[in-house]
């Protein structure tokens, strides 16, 4: 019999390991045979720990199960899929997940993350194995043919950032991957290292092998430690068996792979910076000219990617570029994992297909907010997203529907707020944002966003309010036009969203009779 509760660092936060450790206990009590087996999370955050049983083949969703609980639900015979008052039926039939479209996380929460095995017993490393014979220029063909765009924000395409490599002379060129997911409602990427890391490695080795690039690093985030076990475990059983290194899977071509671990600031997942840390130097951001597919790390051609856009990968050339693009709307092909994070009753992680609205999304799915009052503003694409008001809830899942709005979808995360939302200290927190992760390296941004806060203060305690708001717009201009990198360019778009969509948060006599804190 097999029992499944996952070691997804959502789950153990919220005592995951105590509800495994005392159902390994109370089965030896009562002489119950079971297998335990740790998978990744669902994504169903709110069910956490979500405890799985296996029958026939069937899983039966459990949850959220703490250690208290296990004694009740063995009495209620859950070992044999029988009801009880956390019982949800079929996990897969539970309407959050029914819905879902999962290509890049197909396996996350079925497999056990440290197991080869089980990773090619679900159709792990075919992609690779289609790859192999190829020629570069095809694999990267096949990439571009897809659609993908890159995962980590930015969206742009895949293809032709390999395709730029891939034509770069060089003996030795790289592949780096980016996880260092910094921004705020996001954990897509921390899901699937910890979940399903060898559809990283697999994705980061095609991309070696379509490029030239004999050697890979992944850059995490140091807050990552379980990731860390994860994709080190998965990384040392591809290389026994070959999957990994100078002769992988006896095919003559070349890739090796590490985990290096993050410096801990928000720049240091702009592309630039990370590079910078990762040759042990302070994250600042460089200039562009040279890109980083030119001159990338050590000054040699760099594919540097997302998780999620390297973890694409495998299942196009899997099912084929056809296949994957199929799925989308517009120039957005194929499907975004969507983190719902924030005041939301049913946080978690939804992987769809591009054009879904914003509020199916955020109602479907999400149920609304955890408080149950209305929700008021929503922040998608991080730090550095806007603002949106209800009035853009029917705006599609897309990444040029949201451009259209000035907003970005980025990578994916949204943050929820009902109507006890203070939007003026949402501002505030934004260009404060802004400041203390800024770089220095250049002065819209170092000075400006101190400057910014400022202002801000000043404009909220009503002190010229007019004149305070024309000088928060004019230095949002400069922010805008005269910042090095997107986060002195991209801080306006949350701080002037809740200008625009909000003034009433920004004027004192409201803000001051409001109960808001
Ligand atoms: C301030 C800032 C922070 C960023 N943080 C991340 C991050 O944590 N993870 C990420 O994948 N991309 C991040 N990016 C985007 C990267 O610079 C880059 O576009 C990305 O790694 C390229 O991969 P992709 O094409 O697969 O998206 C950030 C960009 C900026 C400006
Ligand atoms: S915009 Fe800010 S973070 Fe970006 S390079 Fe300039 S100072 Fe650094």
């Known amino acids: 019999m097999k029992i499944y509760v996952s070691r997804d660092a959502a789950a153990l936060g919220v005592g995951a390991d105590q509800t495994a450790q005392a159902i390994a206990a109370e089965a030896k009590r009562r002489a119950i045979d079971i297998e335990l087996v740790r998978n990744g999370s669902r994504g169903l955050l709110w069910l956490e720990p979500l405890v799985e049983v296996d029958i026939d083949g069937t899983r039966l969703a459990y949850g959220p199960v703490q250690a208290g609980d296990v004694p009740d639900l063995f009495d209620a015979g859950f070992a044999q899929g029988k009801p009880h008052a956390l019982f949800h039926g079929a996990t897969e039939q539970i309407p959050y997940f029914k819905k879902q479209q999962r290509l890049t996380f197909a396996r996350v929460g079925i497999t056990d993350p440290r197991s080869l095995a089980d990773y090619l017993a679900h159709g ?21 043919a897809s ?67 004999s050697r890979g690093y992944i850059y995490l985030r140091w807050e ?113 994992p969507m983190q719902l994070a924030g005041n939301i009753k049913h946080g978690g992680l939804v992987e769809i297909a591009f054009g879904m609205t914003l509020r199916e999304l955020l109602y479907d799915f999400g149920g609304g907010s955890h408080s149950g009052r209305p929700i008021r503003a929503v922040q998608v694409g991080g730090p550095l997203g806007a603002y949106l008001p209800e009035s853009q809830f029917d705006t599609p899942l897309d990444y040029e529907a949201f451009a ?14 009902d109507d006890s939302v203070d ?65 002195g360019g991209l801080t306006p778009y949350p701080v002037i969203s809740a200008l625009n969509h909000f003034p009433e948060d920004f004027v004192k006599p409201i803000r001051a009779s409001s109960a808001v804190g």
């Open 423 to 487: 939007m003026a200290a949402q501002a505030r927190y934004a260009m404060e944002f802004c400041a203390i992760e800024s770089c220095g390296k250049c002065t819209p941004c170092r000075i400006g966003s101190i400057r910014g806060v400022e202002v801000i203060d000043r404009l909220v305690a009503g002190e010229d309010a007019a004149k305070q708001e024309t000088i928060l717009r004019d230095l949002c201009e400069t922010l805008t036009y005269g910042s090095l990198c997107a986060l």
């Open 124 to 144: 792990g490393y075919r992609g690779l194995a289609n790859a192999l014979p190829l020629r570069g220029a095809d694999i990267v063909a096949r990439v571009t």
């Open 224 to 336: 990552y430690p379980q990731a860390k076990l994860a994709l080190e475990a998965a990384i040392a059983a591809a290389r026994a068996d070959s999957y990994l290194g100078q002769n992988i899977r006896g095919s003559g071509k070349a890739f090796e792979l590490e985990v290096r671990m993050g410096a801990g600031a928000y720049i240091c997942g702009e592309e630039t910076s990370l590079l910078e840390s990762l040759e042990g130097k302070r994250g600042q951001v460089r200039f562009k000219p040279p890109l980083p597919a030119l001159q990338g790390l050590w000054a040699k051609p760099t594919v540097i990617n997302n998780v999620i856009t390297f973890a694409s990968v495998p299942i196009i050339l899997d099912r084929g570029a056809e296949f994957y693009q199929h799925f989308g709307m517009g120039r957005s092909r194929g499907t975004l």
């Open 147 to 213: 659609g993908l765009r890159g995962r980590g924000g930015a969206a742009f395409p895949a293809g032709i950032k390999w395709k730029t490599v891939l034509g770069a002379e060089n003996a030795q060129k790289y592949i780096v991957c980016n996880a260092d997911e910094g921004d705020s409602g996001t954990f897509s990427d921390r899901m699937l290292m910890e979940g399903d890391p060898f559809v990283l490695i697999e994705g980061m080795t095609i991309a070696g092998i379509a490029t030239g690039a």
């Open 404 to 417: 259209a709005i000035k907003g970005m979808l980025g990578h994916g995360g949204i943050v929820v707020f």
